[in-house]
């Protein structure tokens, strides 16, 4: 194997990031350092609708964009069965989604 492909950045390629086996059990979970964290996320729906108070737990736009290039490709249909705040369908249509 050659080494953790997981531990500086993410994949393209999800299946590069499956869990490595092996002694250590790695597995690759992002920091709210990489990602953000609701306090961000608050910040942002703060900037885009100041007029509201944003519920107790959005998801930073960098986390989903986290999620959306590892799970899907370009051209691909991204689903937010919920649509909350509308940052799941921001994110995927600036990552080229659909």
Avoid: H
């Amino acid at each position: 194997m050659r080494g953790d492909p997981c531990a500086k950045a993410p994949p393209r390629n999800p299946s590069q990031c499956r869990p490595i086996t092996g002694p250590t059990g790695k597995v690759f979970v992002p920091t709210a350092e990489e990602v953000g964290d609701s306090t961000e996320s608050k910040k942002e729906i703060i900037g885009l609708f100041p007029e509201i108070n944003p519920f107790s737990t959005p998801k930073p736009e960098r986390l989903l964009q986290r999620i959306i290039q590892i799970a899907t490709n370009e051209g691909d249909i991204v689903l937010d069965y919920f649509a909350g705040s509308g940052t799941t369908a921001a994110v995927a249509q600036k990552l080229k989604r659909k």
